[in-house]
């Protein structure tokens, strides 16, 4: 009996006529297994680093929304009592959340009763379902009150899903400033909402007036109040999708019982 | 049931796959000189891609997407990087399957069909159709309108060039253009034209 | 020298994209800037090198029954490690061009030439081609990016050659140029270009006009 040695059998192997079915079969399976070596290797080894790149890139655009917010930079430099802040809120209790912090929020996030069913009446931003735990952005002066609020808000565009993060001063009904996160909306049409000049038109326009309702809104042409911006020419599906977003978040279903928690000292 | 018939018609249409997307150019400009060619080969997209996209579907929620193996204690267990693979797979497979279907069901429509039906094998559209599908989260009900809205847009743009080259058979243009080159200016104007459904309003 | 032949032929004279009309599915959605052009050139050029070297190592053995689904195989997990290395290295870079890289598995391109060159020739022969062909693949995409991204934006790489009308300059961006119809345009106009140059290229019409006569219409 010939000594199993692999090498041998590997030599053997070769040498067979490669239309034979051993050959076919063994040629096969030693391909696909260095091939799924290989994949699943680079994979593992690279996750690491891409999962620092979406955490880098999310610190990113937060610094970008903080450095167009006017003033906002001196305010940081200036007295040593502000700091930015994040910290997990449950939008249902409009509080923050006692057990969950930023690394523990996707695992909970997974769980699908931390999320609420919208019905359509209720969905004006197309989003299915909202999750009901939320990583906001706080910036507290040396009293401890809120100065500035940073809220994730996300609905659904004219191309796909739209993200975005809002930034809230004062009496939390005067906008700092809007940046886009991610959009799939047609480039120099919808695609326009990332443009800085549509952007900054944000700054300082009222969210809700004295009956308490949202009226933060793209206008349907030029903006004629306080509550509106320009619309983006040629893009009414995207305007509209945007005004539906920002109305779905600062309403009664989104941040709207936070924003008002923060206004009366409590949270 | 709106959404779906609204996604049918994005899919076909607004978000057609070789005039919007740029996807299956290969096959479509290279098989659109006759329109007999165009049909069968869009006919076979059109099954190819309502049978995979659904399939592909079934295969990525149960077992490659993360959380699919949480019924068996794995929630952590992502395995959505070999979704290419996957999906590549299934396509053979499925065009395997048509062709052996259309050789004993229809044998006629199978000799014209020729060579084309293996060539869907590795067909940038097919295999678009399954990665956007993954990408947009689609459903099961999502997943087959999209997977037949975008043969059918496929099948429709590829149909409208062939017959327009048929025609130009006869016309006098520099040597230049002949064939290729004007097949590209072609499916530029037939793009323009379909971006003009991007402002069609949705319920 | 017939290295060098190898080489060069598919730049210009067998270019995949313009003459062999292969390839060009992924590679219209990414040259709206030519950065992004660049990138999907590097990573058709490295998948197909690398691929056509594989191939042809194993081609002694690799029973025809299986030829095509292993070829995909290997090219399919070529693409999934090029994926993830962007993904890790150059992260908006994968984000831009998302679906795309994977499809360079369906990419005509990289299993044309390892069905038609890397099966029957050695490793080096084969790489030398696949890199010619990856070479003509990525000037064409590098030309349409640069064009798209120079009319469509005023910028190249990023950085602003034309002033726009929003800085404060005199260039209106042609948004034309940004959409899918223009790609098309320049392409054909880039075959246009090359046939009219080399005139080998040119395909023959199936029908010859026959030359009106005198006093035909009796």
């Not at chain 1, 929304?65 to 003033?71: K, N, R, S, V």
């Not at chain 2, 989260?137 to 060039?161: D, H, P, Q, R």
């Amino acid at each position: 009996m010939a000594e199993m040695n692999p090498l041998r059998l590997w030599r053997q192997m070769l040498a067979l006529p490669n239309e034979s079915k051993n050959k076919t079969i063994a040629i096969a399976f030693v391909i696909s297994a260095i091939c799924a070596v290989m994949v699943t290797g680079a994979t593992v080894i690279l996750r690491p680093i891409q999962a620092q790149n979406r955490a880098m890139e999310q610190q990113a655009r937060l610094e970008a929304l903080l450095a167009e917010i006017p003033g906002l930079s001196q305010l940081l430099a200036g007295s040593d009592g502000t700091s930015l802040t994040t910290v997990v809120v449950d939008l249902q209790r409009a509080r923050a959340s006692p057990n969950v912090t930023p690394e523990t929020l996707p695992t909970e996030l997974a769980d699908s009763r931390n999320w609420t069913q919208l019905t359509p009446q209720e969905d004006i931003a197309n989003l299915g379902s909202r999750a009901d735990l939320k990583q906001i952005y706080l910036l507290r002066n040396a009293e401890g009150s809120v100065e500035l609020v940073i809220l994730p808000i996300s609905g659904t565009g004219y191309g796909g899903p739209i993200e975005a993060m809002i930034a809230i001063e004062g009496e939390m009904n005067t906008v700092a400033g809007l940046t886009i996160l991610s959009h799939n909306e047609t480039p120099g049409l919808g695609g326009r909402i990332d443009e800085t000049a549509w952007r900054q038109q944000f700054a300082s326009k009222q969210i809700r007036d004295e009956t308490g309702s949202v009226r933060l809104a793209v206008a349907r042409g030029a903006a004629a109040t306080e509550f509106e911006v320009d619309a983006i020419t040629g893009a009414t599906r995207t305007n509209s999708a945007m005004t539906r977003m920002l109305q779905f978040w600062l309403g009664p279903l989104g941040y709207g019982p936070l924003l008002d928690a923060i206004r009366r000292g409590d949270f | 049931m709106s959404d779906l018939g609204a996604l049918f018609i994005r899919s076909a249409f607004i978000e057609n796959m070789p005039l919007t997307l740029f996807l299956g150019l290969c096959t479509f400009l290279a098989l659109s000189r006759r329109p007999g060619t165009a049909v069968g080969l869009g006919v076979a997209v059109i099954a190819v891609m309502g049978v995979t996209v659904p399939l592909n579907h079934l295969i990525y929620r149960f077992v490659l997407a993360p959380g699919a193996w949480t019924w068996a204690g794995l929630p952590d267990l992502d395995l959505s990087y070999l979704r290419l693979l996957t999906f590549i797979g299934v396509i053979s497979a499925a065009v395997q399957l048509v062709e052996m279907i259309l050789d004993r069901t229809f044998p006629a429509l199978f000799t014209t069909f020729g060579v084309f039906l293996s060539l869907l094998a590795v067909h940038c559209a097919i295999l678009g159709g399954s990665l956007f599908m993954a990408d947009r989260n689609y459903g099961l009900a999502e997943s087959t309108v999209f997977g037949l809205g975008a043969g059918t847009g496929f099948a429709v743009a590829v149909i409208m060039l062939s017959a327009i080259r048929r025609r130009l058979a006869y016309a006098d243009m520099p040597d230049g253009l002949q064939g290729l080159g004007i097949a590209f200016i072609l499916t530029g104007m037939m793009s323009l034209g379909f971006a003009t459904f991007a402002q069609v309003a949705q319920p | 020298m017939k290295l060098w032949g190898t080489l060069t032929d598919p730049i210009l004279r067998q270019n995949p994209v313009t003459l062999q009309i292969l390839g060009i599915c992924s590679a219209l959605a990414v040259t709206t800037t030519l950065a992004a052009a660049i990138t999907m050139s590097l990573a058709l050029t490295a998948v197909v090198v690398s691929a056509s070297g594989i191939i042809s190592a194993i081609r002694k053995h690799l029973p025809s029954s299986i030829r095509l689904i292993m070829q995909i195989i290997i090219v399919a997990s070529l693409v999934i490690v090029i994926d993830q290395v962007l993904q890790a290295f150059f992260y908006e870079m994968s984000q831009r061009l998302s679906v795309f890289v994977s499809l360079i598995a369906t990419n005509c391109v990289v299993l044309g030439r390892t069905e038609s060159f890397a099966l029957h020739n050695r490793p080096l022969p084969a790489m030398t081609d696949a890199l010619g062909n990856g070479l003509g693949y990525s000037l064409v995409l590098i030309i349409l990016g640069s064009v798209r991204e120079l009319f469509g934006h005023g910028t190249l790489l990023g950085y602003s050659i034309f002033r726009t009308a929003e800085q404060g300059g005199w260039f209106e961006p042609m948004n034309l140029m940004l959409l899918a119809p223009s790609a098309f345009f320049l392409l054909g106009g880039l075959v246009w270009a090359i046939r009219s140059w080399r005139s080998e290229q040119v395909e023959v019409s199936e029908y010859v006009l026959a030359p009106s006569r005198e006093g035909a219409n009796e």
